[in-house]
């Protein structure tokens, strides 16, 4: 049965009578603890046009959290500041675009973050059940109070206009981004708030099946009684009943297919925000990507410019040039035939497989998976197999760049044996080695025997080995999808792999392929690293010709559908040339319901048919 119109919708959330009291006493315990706030120049990361400092600061309860700040070069005053607020997985970007473009840019990383989990770390899953019936102790109390601190650090820097502050995010940063606005309206200039999350949480747990919000379903399968607890305390930190205080100029942005925040819920905060200069954007055929593709990303950045003024930083980014070694098909298949044999040496007989009853649903059975790998790896993964004898279609999920894996949509895991894989220095496959964002892509560049990504491309074929023979998967309908590690895996298992969806960012083919790089993250880590040691910038270049995509697929004789944006269309197009199989190019169109539809359409008609 399709949904009703999603602005008709009437959130159930109630605001407490003690709400202000409640937050009143938090604001006055965050006043409470002194800031202490540092500021490191990150050396590696800037440049002679933008300066980037490593933050850190004291917050509620005492918590050291960590924040990423970045300014024009040599400018000391009147600077307009922009706060950005991260999403649920992600983890801050260095806002280094941000201070080309003129403002003092200042990435937070709320408690739970990679650089502020010391002392709180309630992993993903798990931050938005932590301490779920527990109002005073509930995770977002702290991390609400962590972004606002953050914002105050902001607006306090000498540097900084207090006029022109703004605030922006999507997601659970849109969240963070209306929470701002209502604590402090008459400091907020001007506000973003896309996707946002932590509205309604209830209503939305009920309107989707995706994570974030499946977390919550998930708790309540298990613990049904506390219902009715977990309402009441959701009710202090619901958006919804913050946006009334909001009085600062806002724009919001949603998706009209959107199975992460549901639309629902945008309309009904985006009808609470009290602010007179407000204007919503609902954009059609679009999930959580909310319009960013289709022009939005435009309309915030114009948005922001007008009311803050900033003057962008001339003579554009810094050019970091390299040259392009080439490495010969017999160097080639010398050094990736050494890492095949010592993946196929590995005894999988050791792997560890536990149930999972939290991430189960009525239809599949889930489980967590430990499995060795070459080196210093160490592979985790979430399998999830449907109910009944099978077997099943196999599907690998290949992680892309991130610290932060999420289990396998709830739909896939329907139909689907699903192995989910964590390769290491992504959370949960941690301990050995840790991955730092940015800095992954950058780890160990000048050796190709030493670089991160040879680990990361065994962890996958390992796991593609591991799911294969698993008694429930059909061999013969066995397919990866994800990012550019999976289609590497893919075509060394020709053989076995029968369909091949490509649909992350193409981060090796393009570092590979050019002789410059962009200068947005991750990429840019390359040109911080060149900048840094131009004696290797051969060396870079020639490790990341042994992971170049294009020299692998030739190989690769099933299906492979690769998706891809508009502004990755050349080098897509090479590579989709290349494969030797059945290979089909994808343009996204930009309203990513729409996109991810047509790719899963694609992959179920070759593996379940």
């Given at each position: 049965?399709?949904?009703?119109?999603?602005?008709?919708?009437?959130?159930?959330?109630?605001?407490?009578?003690?709400?202000?009291?409640?937050?009143?006493e938090t604001l006055d315990m965050l006043a409470a603890v002194p800031p202490e706030v540092t500021f490191t120049h990150d050396d590696l990361r800037s440049d002679e046009l933008v300066d980037v400092f490593d933050v850190r600061y004291s917050s509620f309860g005492g918590l050291r959290i960590a924040g990423w700040y970045a300014c024009p070069v040599g400018r000391t005053t009147n600077l307009p500041g922009l706060l950005t607020v991260p999403g649920y997985v992600s983890e801050p970007k260095v806002p280094k675009d941000l201070a080309r473009q003129g403002y003092a840019a200042f990435s937070a990383a709320p408690r739970g973050k990679l650089r502020s989990n010391a002392d709180f770390n309630p992993g993903y899953p798990g931050l938005l059940t932590h301490n779920i019936t527990d109002r005073d102790n509930y995770a977002y109390r702290g991390f609400y109070m962590d972004a606002l601190r953050a914002f105050d650090i902001l607006a306090g820097m000498p540097e900084v206009d207090r006029r022109r502050v703004g605030v922006a995010g999507s997601s659970q940063g849109g969240a963070l981004t209306l929470l701002i606005s209502a604590f402090r309206g008459n400091a907020v200039a001007a506000a973003s708030a896309g996707a946002p999350y932590l509205?309604?949480?209830?209503?939305?747990?009920?309107?989707?099946?995706?994570?974030?919000?499946?977390?919550?379903?998930?708790?309540?399968?298990?613990?049904?009684?506390?219902?009715?607890q977990i309402r009441e305390v959701l009710d202090y930190y619901d958006i919804h009943n913050f946006a009334p205080a909001i009085s600062a100029p806002i724009i919001v942005n949603i998706g009209l297919q959107d199975d992460v925040c549901p639309p629902e819920t945008g309309f009904a905060v985006f009808g609470e925000i009290g602010s007179a200069d407000k204007k919503l954007y609902p954009y059609d055929k679009c999930g959580h990507d909310a319009g960013t593709a289709v022009g939005h990303e435009e309309i915030i950045e114009e948005f922001l410019s007008l009311r803050l003024k900033p003057m962008p930083v001339s003579g554009g980014s810094p050019d970091v040039r390299t040259d392009a070694p080439g490495v010969s098909d017999e160097e080639f298949d010398e050094f990736w035939s050494a890492v095949d044999g010592e993946v196929k040496g590995l005894s999988l007989d050791g792997a560890v497989m536990e149930p999972l009853p939290m991430r189960s649903t009525e239809g599949s059975v889930a489980y967590t998976v430990r499995l060795p790998s070459v080196g210093d790896g160490q592979v985790f993964g979430y399998f999830s197999v449907p109910n009944g004898d099978g077997p099943f279609p196999g599907l690998l999920e290949a992680p892309g760049y991130g610290s932060v894996v999420h289990i396998s949509p709830y739909e896939r895991r329907q139909?689907?044996?699903?192995?989910?894989?964590?390769?290491?220095?992504?959370?949960?496959?941690?301990?050995?080695?840790?991955?730092?964002?940015?800095?992954?892509?950058a780890d160990g560049v000048i050796d190709a025997s030493g670089y991160r990504y040879r680990g990361i491309i065994a962890d996958v074929l390992t796991g593609l080995d591991w799911l294969g023979g698993r008694p429930k998967v059909d061999p013969g309908r066995l397919g990866v999808a994800g990012s550019e590690s999976g289609l590497i895996a893919a075509s060394m298992r020709a053989d076995a792999v029968k369909a091949l969806l490509m649909s992350g960012p193409m981060i090796l083919r393009v570092a590979s392929a050019r002789k410059s790089w962009p200068d947005s993250y991750p990429l840019e880590e390359l040109n911080d690293f060149v900048r840094s040691h131009p004696d290797r910038a051969t060396d870079v270049s020639r490790t990341l010709a042994f992971f170049d995509p294009i020299r692998f697929v030739s190989g690769y004789g099933g299906y492979a559908l690769v998706a891809c944006p508009d502004w990755d269309r050349d080098v897509a197009t090479s590579l989709v040339s290349r494969i030797g199989g059945d290979g089909e190019l994808y343009v996204n169109t930009g309203r990513g319901a729409a996109d991810h539809a047509f790719t899963e359409n694609w992959l179920e008609e070759r593996l379940t048919s």
């Open positions: 049965m399709p949904r009703r119109d999603p602005s008709a919708f009437i959130s159930t959330t109630k605001r407490p009578p003690d709400f202000d009291v409640f937050w009143s509205c309604s949480y209830l209503d939305a747990a009920s309107l989707t099946h995706s994570y974030p919000y499946e977390e919550m379903n998930e708790y309540l399968r298990i613990h049904p009684e506390r219902e009715s139909k689907y044996a699903v192995l989910t894989l964590v390769h290491r220095g992504q959370r949960l496959a941690d301990e050995e080695y840790s991955a730092a964002y940015p800095g992954l892509l």
